[in-house]
């Protein structure tokens, strides 16, 4: 864990999967957290530290820990995806809209719908340089470099939603199975929903994706005021 307040909660957590008896295949000093991390088939992305102007600034994994994961052997995706946090397009679009940073982690801004269909925040998406890694026999060589929109929609032929800057946990959702989410909702003041606060789950709606429960999702204050989302909160054990 990368901030100092949060690194007590790493042998709270061994603890845990110790005691469902979950097998830990390896551990690292390096910094990474799990909201980085999205897995999605025979490749995963992994949110690594911004570039300014050549210089390192981890938020909150580092490249460095990217590359230990490859070189360690604890990945096995076909192809592993290394994503520049775009801080300085954040910066700016903060301040043209007036809103919160997203890139605390990767999955601030980028979420997995199904196979074909992703949620993300574009701007910040082409904004974002990637270095894409192909795994050759026991080891990752680094193939290429683009931009996350180009690699998810030329490369691997995803469909986009384009998130809102109005909203603010957009992407913070639990896909339960292919095009079936369950995500946070922006209340009104009486904590209803209302479909012009939630464009993303209307335009998801739209194009056929079922939202759990009723619809809507859960009201947002119901996790956020604990410092995090949905997708924050939880962690699969497992899925059939």
Known sequence: ???????????????????????????????????????????????????LNGKEHVIRTSYAAGQELMNSGAVGYEEFVLVRAPL?????????????????????????VSEDLIVLDADLARAANVDVYERRGNDYTKDHSSNLYDYLTEEKGFDIVDVSWSERWPTNFLTIESETILPLYEPDADGEYRSENNPTIEKLKELGVEILPDGAGIPRDSLTNGGGGIHCMTTPLSRE
């Open 1 to 51: 864990m990368f901030e100092p307040v949060r690194q007590r909660e790493v042998p709270i957590v061994r603890d845990a999967w110790e005691g469902i008896g979950a097998d830990i295949i390896y551990e690292m000093d390096a910094h990474v957290e799990g909201g980085e991390f999205l897995p999605a088939g025979e490749f995963a992305l992994l949110g690594v530290s911004a570039d």
């Open 88 to 112: 300085q397009a954040d910066r700016e679009f903060r301040k043209e809209h007036d809103t919160g940073s997203r890139i605390m982690h990767l999955l601030g801004w980028v979420n997995i």
